[in-house]
């Protein structure tokens, strides 16, 4: 298994309508993420300790909202907050 993010439920749902260079910079830190938990939880698989809580993230004057999956190897990104136009 190989650790990736996600948007949960779906992309749509998620940043459906939000402005493209937000969703380049939250894709970034998206991608940082992953290496953080990559390099955390070597053995995410095998991962047997409770999850971690949902954590909130500022990104390009917004914010979103995440949890780790180490079981899964997942970073899922399940709310976004755009930045004021």
Do not use: K, N
Not at 30 to 35: F, I, T
Not at 67 to 84: G, M, W
């Amino acid at each position: 298994m190989t650790w990736s993010w996600e948007y949960l439920p779906s992309e749509e749902r998620v940043i459906g309508g939000a402005p493209a260079d937000f969703v380049a910079a939250l894709e970034h830190r998206a991608a940082e993420l992953v290496r953080a938990a990559e390099a955390l939880y070597l053995d995410g698989a095998g991962y047997e300790g409770s999850g971690e809580p949902m954590r909130h993230l500022d990104v390009a004057g917004g914010f979103m909202t995440y949890y780790v999956v180490p079981r899964l190897e997942l970073v899922a990104i399940c709310q976004v907050t755009p930045p004021i136009a």
